[in-house]
């Protein structure tokens, strides 16, 4: 604890001495986040000063400063020469982009160091795991450690003599083993970790035991799989805790918590929950992959390859998500940059314990500014009015709606549709009864550009009430060449108490979270007119029947600073 407390103080007079240089030398620390040039560059989500960008990798708190690696590409804004890009910051906002911290340079990573996690050891240094692909393209997972342990900024890693540890042996498919997950300690001392993998072409966690994290050995038997799924990219295991807020360590287990295993497959992360015997090694999902209608995901959107970490400063687990672009290669080419990470989430166990729930970390508050607040404001059917006072394309928007009337909901057997399609079918020009209503972002002044993010209210066939959830974007650009498609999924709430949105607007990009975070929609949207200060914001209502804004409070959002390295010297990231 004294330890902590003393790198807690170094941290905060490097911090007044970075302040004092960057008002110094303001052309050299250049943020890298949005310009007009850039209409769709973003001004707080984390994006490298140019190229490709894709899975977050190994995020971690160590000695007082978060570190975020990621999937990059130094040469290009498209896939390739795949390096670990790496970034701190001490409040998951601000961040100082570093040297890259993994390069392929060994004939086991040769052709790219890929995803992989960290592992923060019993003495409390970190390691890595990460797939490289070797000189014959197969994957095989390596390790790497810090130069110096003791630089909180952990600058310079070392790939360790023994790589590879684990390779593709006993029937393994070379081409699909990969993405180590965080490690987790047994009763028995003995490390757990999981490798994505495939059996007969269905979905795999491989498990690998090792007593001292340079020794692997393969179990028999896989933590989990599936005859319902393809190959499984990214998969991430924890701990959750029924009953309370806190998240967990991943090699923490108690009577009152149940596990997570998530996957990354048809372009989609899914996940379950289930009861993990750590004696044993068995995990038994409460309901399996793709057999609920439900079919459970961290985002209905524009989110993949996510990977979660526990915050040891904060008590919670946070979730990081790759966000895809949605126009083409040549676009970003031409722009010179490719891929966002999605804000980090604070993520914990539903109260039903069925699901979890997932919202914007608190810290992403300090960016709020200017506010504007609406409290009990009808909203008649078929009308729209502008939510002005803040900077609509660069917002966060909570809003909560009461619905008065639900006797005369359209009548749906949620079980058996598609959500997307129906929010495709039924979409915000599309009048229903109740709803649609919520909000149209990144909007043009006569909304021939809209993104609208919204509810439909309807009448299951048992009497109870199905709360829809769409995205839609058919109408978000003039462009031709952009993907336009809608996104959907049902929201576990009753209607008959309020129904929450919150939305955060950064230019090209818009996260929605639905009923308190239990369900979640990402998109990427590359508005023509509806840029900078052009952009503009309502609330609407197209259903038939009245509702009633309770509350809305709405902000415009400031910049992130993002900044590269200030030449051989570090410093944290100033407020």
């Known amino acids: 604890m004294e330890g902590s407390l003393i790198w807690i103080l170094v941290v905060h007079i490097l911090v007044i001495a970075y302040q004092g240089e960057v008002g110094a030398s303001d052309r050299i620390q250049k943020n890298f986040q949005y310009n007009p040039k850039q209409p769709h560059r973003t001004a707080y989500h984390f994006q490298p000063s140019k190229n490709w960008m894709n899975d977050p990798n190994g995020p971690m708190y160590y000695k007082g400063i978060y ?7 130094p040469y290009a804004a498209v896939w390739g020469n795949i390096t670990w890009g790496h970034a701190v910051s001490h409040n998951l906002i601000d961040w100082i982009d570093l040297e890259h911290a993994i390069e392929p340079t060994e004939p086991y990573d040769i052709n790219g160091c890929w995803s992989g996690s960290a592992t923060i050891l019993p003495g409390g240094n970190p390691v890595i795991l990460y797939t490289g692909a070797d000189f014959k393209n197969r994957q095989v997972q390596n390790l790497a450690e810090p130069k110096n342990p003791s630089d909180p900024y952990l600058k310079e890693w070392i790939k360790a003599k023994n790589n590879p540890l684990m390779t593709p042996i006993n029937g393994i498919d070379p081409q699909f083993f990969r993405d180590p997950t965080t490690a987790w300690q047994g009763p028995d001392k003995r490390w757990r970790v999981v490798v994505g993998s495939q059996i007969d072409g269905h979905g795999t966690a491989l498990l690998y035991r090792s007593k001292d994290f340079v020794t692997w050995t393969k179990s028999e038997k896989p933590l989990h799989f599936s005859n319902k799924t393809k190959m499984w990219e990214c998969p991430d295991f924890y701990p959750v805790i029924v009953s309370r807020r806190n998240g967990l360590d991943t090699s923490v287990h108690s009577k009152n918590s149940k596990h997570v295993l998530k996957a990354s497959f048809n372009d989609q992360d899914y996940y379950i929950i289930g009861t993990y015997n750590p004696e044993t090694d068995k995990f038994i999902p409460d309901v399996d992959f793709m057999e609920s209608y439900l079919k459970l995901r961290y985002d209905y959107g524009i989110f993949y390859a996510s990977k979660t970490f526990y915050d040891s400063a904060k008590r919670r687990r946070i979730l990081w998500g790759w966000v895809t672009e949605g126009d083409d290669k040549l676009d970003d080419i031409k722009k010179g940059w490719s891929g966002l990470q999605s804000i980090p989430r604070s993520i914990v166990l539903d109260k039903n314990g069925k699901q979890l729930t997932q919202w914007p970390i608190k810290e992403i508050e300090r960016l709020r500014r200017k506010e504007v607040n609406l409290q ?3 909203i008649k059917g078929g009308t729209a009015f502008e939510i002005t006072g803040i900077t ?8 909560s709606f009461h619905l008065p009337n639900l006797h005369d909901a359209e009548l749906i057997h949620p079980e058996k549709v598609d959500p997307k399609i129906l929010c495709s079918e039924k979409n915000a020009s599309t009048k229903g009864v109740i709803g649609p209503f919520g909000l149209m972002v990144l909007a043009s002044k006569n909304l021939t550009e809209r993104t609208a993010v919204f509810f439909r209210v309807f009448k299951s066939h048992d009497d109870k009430y199905a709360v829809l959830m769409c995205s839609h974007q058919t109408r978000s650009s003039l462009r031709k060449v952009v993907n336009k498609s809608s996104f959907g999924a049902f929201v576990d709430v009753d209607p008959k108490e309020n129904i929450s949105l919150r939305s955060l607007i950064d230019h090209s990009i818009v996260e ?24 503009h914001l309502y609330v609407f209502n197209y259903g038939t029947k009245s509702v009633t804004i309770s509350n809305l409070h709405g902000w415009s959002m400031g910049r992130a600073k993002i900044f590269p390295a200030h030449g051989k010297k570090m410093f944290p990231t100033p407020n």
């Open 67 to 73: 570190h975020l690696f990621y999937q990059y590409n």
């Open 512 to 535: 929605s979270f639905g009923g308190g975070g239990k369900t979640c929609i990402t998109s990427r949207v590359y508005p023509e007119l509806a840029v900078g200060q052009e952009a």
């Open 376 to 378: 009990n404001k009808g």
């Open 392 to 399: 609509a394309s660069q917002a966060d928007v909570e809003v």
